[in-house]
């Protein structure tokens, strides 16, 4: 592997802004993907931990407090003074990153700088959250003010671990809500750094708090939580489920979901085949498949079937995979070996239940969790390959022939997250877009994510919406106050 020099501070809980251990005393381990060596062990925070947690953020939130009582211009100023040391330390945050979950290193690099980004945009939204007058029957003055929900539950996946944190902080801060955040066991430390740049930006004691552990343990006790009054989750569906379920148990608080998908991207014949092919590769391809709206079911018009699958056989083929410090590499390692025999597992059944493996389907090396760019061709709906979430490099090519087909058999899915078209009939585009059962959706591009659009999905990909100034929404309360005016 690269030489890189990574100094790891942070392995304690962030509470109230200070690095403490956990209750219990407890440590779980941090895995390098790439060499399966321990890379650090950081303290795994329980029930005692979030109740610490949510106890310094309630202090935070309270009437009187420095953080109740700073206007909207000095929220602002502490999200953008966050963003320029996350901007300043953006090489060390990606080396961290790049170590915890195998992202190709100038991959991290570009997500920390757009986690800069969305801290920035959402900065500009402090002073521009307001309520609305309204004329009634009357004549009494109505007005809306809009509050803040409170103390917030985030839990945060480990795919995109630095842009998340900034996608959830950004907007509980702007609405000026204070912060529980339980980022994923597997990366920890990127998290914590960040959590640091907080402390060195100037926001109080506790509006910022960092628990880690496992979501069995401390997800579940701040989803449980009777203090906390909103939840916003990113993760898979089942996990999602059970977050609705805490809140229904407990206190009804807030839920904002956003889950898994398995996104269709259609492409017509009267596309230039090779484009089709790069963007069609990258759109599941990246980061080795484990992005949510990664384009796991290619639908190619039977016109242009068989060149396709040959030219997505010959450029997979060519995919650089190994060390994620080395700016050749284009795909690293599956997280952790657990996802790497899942995914396994599923190339596996799509072998068994008939799909033709046309490349890959094996271990990459025989260090670190690699597996090889992964080509499943005539895959039929049915296919297990082609209904479930995969999370890894398997690309399954299905073929079809009018409009109105494929987008029956795109919708026909759990799932809503992100759907994609590749056409050059604008007519043909703007139909599948309206057609689609889905969040998102790109036409001639994948993937293409900004922080003033929302982001979000239909069905069993989520509740809410996050990015853009719909997310704020998922923040606030709306409180009606009503006045009787003199009649004279």
């Not at 379920?245 to 085949?273: M, Q, R, T, W």
């Not at 650089?320 to 080395?326: A, E, K, L, V």
Request: contains cysteine.
């Amino acid at each position: 592997m690269a030489n890189t020099k990574v100094d790891i501070k942070y392995t304690q809980l962030f509470i109230n802004n200070e690095f403490v251990g956990s209750e219990c005393g407890r440590k779980f381990a941090v895995i390098n993907p790439t060499t399966e060596e321990l890379l650090a062990e950081v303290s795994e925070g329980l029930q005692a931990d979030v109740d610490k947690a949510v106890v310094a953020a309630q202090a935070a939130f309270a009437r009187g407090s420095e953080w109740r009582n700073l206007q909207p211009a000095q929220r602002a100023a502490l999200l953008n003074k966050l963003a320029d040391l996350v901007e300043r330390d953006a090489q060390q945050i990606a080396s961290i990153q790049t170590l915890e979950n195998g992202k190709p290193f100038l991959h991290a690099v570009g997500e920390t700088h757009m986690a800069a980004g969305i801290l920035r945009y959402y900065a500009g939204w402090c002073d521009k959250i307001h309520g609305q007058t309204m004329p009634t029957d009357d004549g009494s003055l109505v007005m809306t003010r809009k509050e803040p929900v409170g103390v917030v539950g985030q839990i945060t996946p480990w795919n995109y671990p630095v842009m998340l944190l900034a996608l959830k902080l950004g907007p509980a801060l702007t609405t000026g809500c204070t912060v529980v955040l339980k980022p994923a066991e597997q990366t920890p430390l990127c998290n914590l750094y960040v959590a640091a740049l907080t402390k060195e930006a100037g926001f109080p004691p506790g509006v910022i708090n960092i628990v880690t552990g496992y979501g069995s343990t401390a997800g579940a006790a701040l989803a449980e939580h009777p203090d906390v009054s909103k939840i916003a989750f990113t993760g898979s569906v089942e996990a999602g489920k059970k977050v609705m379920v805490a809140s229904g148990n407990s206190n009804l608080k807030h839920v904002s979901l956003e889950l898994g998908g398995k996104s269709p991207l259609v492409i017509f014949d009267d596309v230039d085949v090779d484009e089709a092919v790069k963007l069609a590769h990258e759109a599941i391809f990246h980061f080795s498949g484990q992005i949510c709206v990664a384009a796991t079911r290619t639908y190619v018009h039977s016109k242009i079937y068989d060149e396709f699958v040959q030219k997505s056989k010959d450029l997979a083929l060519k995919r650089i995979i190994g060390d994620p410090f080395d700016p050749k590499t284009e795909q690293g390692p599956q997280v952790q070996k657990e996802k790497f025999d899942k995914v396994m597992g599923y190339i596996k059944t799509g072998e068994v239940e008939g799909a033709t493996l046309v490349t890959g389907g094996k271990r990459h090396g025989d260090l670190g969790y690699f597996i090889q760019p992964t080509i499943f061709a005539d895959v039929t709906d049915d296919m297990t390959i082609a209904k479930e979430e995969i999370f890894g490099p398997v690309q399954s090519i299905l073929k079809f022939d009018t409009m109105e087909e494929v987008i029956k058999r795109a919708n026909k899915t759990i799932y809503g997250l992100a759907a994609g078209v590749l056409t050059n009939d604008i007519n043909k585009a703007i139909k599948f877009a309206q057609e689609i059962e889905s969040g998102n959706v790109w036409i001639n591009q994948y993937a293409v994510l900004m922080p003033q659009a929302p982001f979000g999905g239909y069905k069993q990909s989520g509740i809410g919406r996050e990015l853009g100034a719909e997310s704020l929404d998922c923040y606030l309360e709306t409180k009606t106050i009503s006045i009787k005016t003199s009649s004279g």
